[in-house]
């Protein structure tokens, strides 16, 4: 599997500004994949990010509030913009390698975000 | 709609004990079944995946059981430890990229 890391870890934000996550790996990857979890709910993808083009985004996500980079096989950043109270969760990358099965994907650590 | 329920929402379970949580799908192109295991603070880890091609997995105290026709999967955590304590989510994949999750289950091991 791959390490993944992500930054920052937490941050607290005041509504209406913007936050760029970041997410790095280890060993170059095939897919990166952007998740949001919301406090004490499930998974929901939120865009596919994609090398070298633009990212595909879920039905309910839309890049002027989620803008999404990939300008390598080992890097991503998503950004939360505009943000609400209602954008409080945990923002997850998610890879899967070049090597092994192809459809298993590796979380990062997560970042936490709270807007005030 | 949610393509995937998972039961139950919580599930206490004493040291030594089984643990069972269960998984149901519609979408019958699901072609990729993986578990979950979230401890507070971090990130998803991968603990265990199944193919529809087969009706069981096991990978050490962890077993997944599958239906098809039923379109039901399960997990069963063996001889449960404290340990093991954390929130379990089940998901599925039809394209072998975007994953959809179930609601989780927190599984509290009491020692």
């Known amino acids: 599997s791959a390490v993944i890391s992500q930054k920052p870890s937490r941050d607290i934000c005041q509504r209406g500004t913007s936050l760029t996550i970041q997410c790095q790996v280890d060993?170059?990857?095939?897919?990166m994949f952007w998740y949001r979890q919301q406090p004490g709910q499930s998974l929901t993808l939120i865009a596919t990010?994609?090398?070298?083009?633009?990212?595909?985004?879920e039905s309910g996500f839309v890049i002027d509030k989620f803008p999404i980079s990939r300008p390598n096989l080992t890097f991503s950043t998503l950004t939360v913009s505009n943000m609400s109270p209602e954008d409080s969760s945990i923002y997850l990358c998610?890879?899967?390698?070049?090597?092994?099965?192809?459809?298993?994907?590796?979380f990062g650590p997560g970042t936490r975000l709270t807007v005030t | 709609q949610q393509q995937v329920k998972q039961s139950p929402q919580s599930l206490i379970v004493q040291k030594g004990g089984i643990s069972i949580i269960n998984c149901a799908y519609e979408?019958?192109?699901?072609?990729?079944f993986p578990w979950y295991q979230q401890f507070p603070g971090k990130g998803p880890a991968l603990l265990i995946a199944?193919?529809?091609?087969?009706s069981e997995k096991k990978e050490g105290r962890f077993t997944i059981s599958f239906n098809k026709s039923a379109k039901q999967f399960s997990l069963h955590i063996m001889d449960s430890q404290p340990g093991d304590s954390a929130t379990y989510f089940c998901?599925?994949?039809?394209?072998?990229?975007?994953?959809?999750f179930g609601a989780g289950t927190i599984l509290r091991v009491k020692s």
């Open positions: 979408n019958t192109a699901f072609d990729y």
């Open positions: 990010a994609n090398q070298g083009s633009e990212a595909t985004y």
């Open positions: 199944i193919r529809p091609d087969v």
């Open positions: 998610s890879v899967a390698p070049r090597t092994g099965p192809s459809y298993e994907q590796y």
């Open positions: 060993s170059q990857v095939t897919m």
């Open positions: 998901a599925a994949s039809s394209d072998g990229n975007k994953l959809v």
